[in-house]
């Protein structure tokens, strides 16, 4: 058994987190994280409903901040919560946790390196056992072999932890980092990154962004960006967001652009589904749940598309407005397919429409695009 160590070092100031290079010799990686926020005092009554309200979901943006749901110590990958289950066709009900300090766990796991490897990262509040990741999980076992490696820190973090919010992300890259270096690096089952598809949703899409950035050799193949959120919008900071540098290929959907998504554009190829930022059947009665609905809707798209067989054509337009006034008429070889086989030549802004309900994906627009684009959702 080949082991890899971890080191966890506390500075004065800062956090230190060392990871031993692998494939590169002796030395190690390490990177810092600014200490949590200084505890407040805390009066007697403000401890009293602290403990009393100590499982109940936070209410405001107070609450959230003393929230339980920021991560505990120890700062180190692997965190203890934050956990990798291998699936495959043969393991589609029960995965294989993976354990990135022994390479016997993926030698004898159902892992096969000639099968496409895909990394999921789901948002706030998921998990493996959860709708999308089981959702996505069946469609690609529908289709094919796969090696399906889900992140699951549903343990770790219910909701966005304010006083982490920022940190809490980079932390996650660094162990997700430390699981593609563990792949890459195996004796017997290695994959280069270059091969690896990542798809994120909300939050996770933020992370994997940030996983680029402590990639040392080679990189990321793709990163399917699932409406990354909108919380961590870092303007013009790539290394602090997902962006068209962070791996070969980077394709972005947007469904909650503006609310709760970003508008980007920030990948290779960027779609906004219906316009981007409001989806049609998500008329909720109040307007937390229609935005919501908005940003959730991203994923039964990209679900959708790794079946479809009409699939989800998107043509190129310079602008929503012009989008909106139907003033775009790509030409038929303009149009690519949207999700999971989108070209990765694609580059730029689509648009593409769909139904309200399943089947989503309204096929390929060609000649009859005029007639399609004056039709109400079906
Ligand atoms: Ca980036």
Request: net charge positive.
């Amino acid at each position: 058994m080949v082991c890899v160590k971890t080191i966890e070092i506390t500075c004065n100031s800062t956090e230190c987190l060392c990871i031993p290079k692998r494939g590169h010799g002796r030395g190690s990686t390490c990177y810092h994280f600014p200490r949590q926020s200084p505890r407040r005092k805390v009066s007697k009554t403000q401890r009293e409903n602290s403990v009393r309200d100590d499982r109940e979901k936070p209410q405001t943006a107070k609450d959230v901040f003393n929230t339980s749901s920021c991560i505990p110590p120890p700062y180190r990958c692997p965190h203890p919560r934050m956990q990798f289950y291998l699936y495959t066709r043969t393991t589609q009900e029960k995965g294989e946790l993976l354990n990135t300090l022994d390479n016997d766990s993926l030698k004898y796991s159902k892992f096969n390196p000639k099968y496409p490897t895909k990394i999921v990262v789901h948002g706030f509040g998921g998990g493996r056992n959860l709708s999308p990741s089981t959702d996505m999980r069946n469609a690609y076992f529908k289709r094919g072999n796969y090696n399906i490696i889900i992140v699951d820190y549903g343990t770790l973090v219910k909701e966005p932890c304010i006083g982490q919010i920022e940190w809490a992300p980079r932390f996650a890259s660094l162990c997700i980092a430390q699981l593609v270096e563990y792949v890459q690096y195996h004796p017997t089952k290695g994959v280069r990154p270059e091969k690896i598809h990542t798809i994120g949703y909300s939050v996770g899409a933020h992370i994997l962004g940030l996983v680029a950035n402590h990639i040392t050799d080679g990189k990321l193949g793709r990163i399917t960006g699932l409406d990354p959120t909108i919380f961590f919008y870092m303007g013009n900071n790539r290394s602090r967001d997902l962006d068209y540098t962070d791996a070969l290929f980077v394709d972005i959907l947007h469904t909650g652009a503006g609310i709760l998504g970003q508008w980007g554009p920030n990948g290779h190829a960027d779609f906004y589904v219906n316009g981007g930022s409001s989806q049609p059947g998500c008329a909720h009665d109040t307007i937390f749940q229609t935005l919501s609905c908005d940003h959730t809707k991203v994923t039964p798209y990209f679900i959708e598309s790794i079946n479809s067989r009409a699939g989800f054509w998107a043509g190129p337009c310079p602008s929503l407005f012009s989008y909106l006034i139907g003033w775009c008429e790509p030409k038929d070889t303009e149009y690519v397919l949207m999700g999971e086989h989108v070209t990765h030549n694609a580059r730029g802004v689509y648009y593409v429409t769909t139904n309200a309900k399943p089947p989503y994906a309204r096929g390929f627009p060609g000649k009859s695009r005029r007639l399609r684009s004056i039709t109400s959702y079906s």
